[in-house]
């Protein structure tokens, strides 16, 4: 499979706990975005990295979360002490650079559940 | 700054019958346009996008899209419905400038429901 993959694809903590997700983009995409996903919303931007380097990250993403790209390959999400909202299903997208004029490719995401 | 406005959260058709979803956008520069489709608990599957070629973007499953400038719009639509296109429909904009991120913002989406 070549596609984006996320793991685990389920995550229920309790109310304080860390956890960390992970994804593999597609091989040759540089690009990595995450983004967070609440019942009846679409999907919010949080974080972008192009290789290794973090480049933009949106003001959802609280002191408590952190993401890293090392190695420009895989990506981490990790969340410190978890809340209740921050129950979401939590997205991967890759993609190659804009000059190719090509779209993201979403892995199937980590629905994550903070009891 | 970019915006999308999907309006109907629900929408509900028969089977064979037109399925028109909308789209609005608002974008202070040229935007890139996406229309994406999502299965319950799965991620996103892209049916087309507009990248200031074709103002008329036919998809996958038979799904095309118009970007009208003028009105600000980039509806979705299928001549006729098929049981397998209920799913949630998103829209999503992006920059075309070359702006660093390329990040997509979504719609709230549109939920279809296919009635035999």
């Known amino acids: 499979d070549t596609g984006v993959s996320q793991n685990p694809r389920h995550k229920i903590t309790k109310r304080g706990q860390n956890v960390t997700f992970r994804c593999d983009p597609i091989s040759e995409h540089n690009r990595l975005y995450w983004y967070r996903q609440t019942l009846g919303q679409g999907p919010e931007f949080l974080t972008y990295?192009?290789?290794?380097?973090?480049?933009?990250k949106s003001r959802l993403l609280s002191d408590r979360f952190s993401a890293e790209r090392p190695k420009g390959s895989f990506s981490t999400l990790e969340i410190q002490r978890t809340e209740q909202g921050d129950s979401a299903m939590y997205l991967c997208?890759?993609?190659?650079?804009?000059?190719?004029?090509?779209?993201?490719?979403f892995g199937q995401g980590t629905r994550l559940t903070v009891v | 700054a970019q915006s999308v406005t999907q309006l109907g959260s629900h929408v509900s058709v028969s089977e064979g019958a037109l399925v028109l979803l909308r789209c609005n956008y608002s974008s202070s520069v040229p935007p890139y346009l996406f229309w994406y489709v999502q299965y319950p608990n799965q991620g996103l599957q892209l049916l087309l996008k507009?990248?200031?070629?074709?103002?008329l973007v036919k998809g996958i499953n038979g799904f095309e899209a118009e970007f009208k400038k003028s009105e600000t719009s980039f509806h979705l639509t299928k001549p006729s419905a098929h049981m397998s296109d209920a799913a949630e429909y998103f829209c999503?904009?992006?920059?075309?400038?070359?702006?660093?991120?390329?990040?997509?913002?979504f719609g709230t989406g549109t939920l279809l429901a296919v009635q035999p």
């Open positions: 997208a890759s993609s190659l650079p804009q000059i190719y004029n090509t779209e993201a490719f």
């Open positions: 990295f192009q290789n290794e380097a973090q480049l933009e």
């Open positions: 507009y990248t200031s070629a074709a103002t």
């Open positions: 999503a904009v992006s920059r075309a400038d070359g702006g660093a991120t390329n990040k997509l913002i």
